[in-house]
């Protein structure tokens, strides 16, 4: 069946640097891909997305870039913040959203 | 104010006894969907749900029965639960239409089935 897969699981960056998560997925027929932030205790909440008539999107400190040849998609952190630290899920679809594994990343100070 | 509704937040149960979690959304999606957390394996999709009267499997469909006859209502149903379904529960819901499909969590029902 369909599948994302994610990485790294874990990621630790120095406050200040810059962190780069991964995503690829199986279903050629997604085009949606959502990015979602979960701290601890709380809901996971959209961060960016991004469709597939798009190569590349920035939002202030964050960006997630398409390679839909590859089938691979990213997101990318800029100048971390302390409050950047929680665990990050990738998907990837279409009526039906597929949830990578999620990447906590631990932001140093 | 856009919100999904849980209840209850946290439970409590033993093996074998009926429970059902409800989950309500006041922004007329049409898609809802149930997800399962455990740690180190993300968000499992349970059922979700299109449309009125409109239900599919997600990944995770053992155990867990749903029923979609109003469209801002999506409860899950546990007709006997085991140990193996305690876990964090979310429910989310989204828009079909157009660029719209963002998917809004609830809170989160943490179930707990001794």
């Known amino acids: 069946g369909e599948n994302v897969e994610q990485h790294p699981s874990t990621l630790s960056v120095q406050e200040g640097d810059s962190a780069v998560i991964k995503c690829t997925y199986s279903d050629s027929a997604s085009n949606y891909f959502p990015w979602y932030k979960q701290e601890l205790g709380k809901r996971p909440q959209l961060i960016i997305d991004?469709?597939?008539?798009?190569g590349e999107k920035k939002d202030q400190r964050i960006a997630v870039t398409l390679n839909k040849t590859a089938k691979h998609f990213s997101l990318h952190i800029t100048e971390t913040q302390p409050e950047d630290s929680a665990v990050y899920f990738c998907?990837?679809?279409?009526?039906?959203?597929?949830f990578g594994k999620g990447t906590r990343l631990h932001i140093l100070p | 104010e856009a919100q999904v509704t849980q209840n209850p937040r946290y439970l409590i149960t033993v093996t074998g006894k009926k429970l059902t979690v409800t989950c309500s959304q006041n922004m007329n999606h049409e898609y809802m969907s149930w997800y399962r957390q455990d740690p180190g394996l993300g968000l499992r999709q349970i059922y979700y749900?299109?449309?009125?009267?409109?239900?599919d499997k997600g990944d995770v469909p053992e155990g867990y029965k749903v029923s979609r006859k109003e469209k801002r209502n999506f409860p899950l149903i546990l007709e006997s639960p085991s140990p193996n379904q305690t876990s964090l529960y979310f429910c989310a819901s989204s828009s079909l239409k157009g660029q719209e499909n963002i998917q809004y969590f609830g809170a989160g029902t943490r179930l707990s089935v001794l």
């Open positions: 749900s299109m449309n009125v009267e409109v239900t």
């Open positions: 991004i469709r597939s008539n798009v």
């Open positions: 998907a990837a679809g279409d009526d039906k959203i597929i």
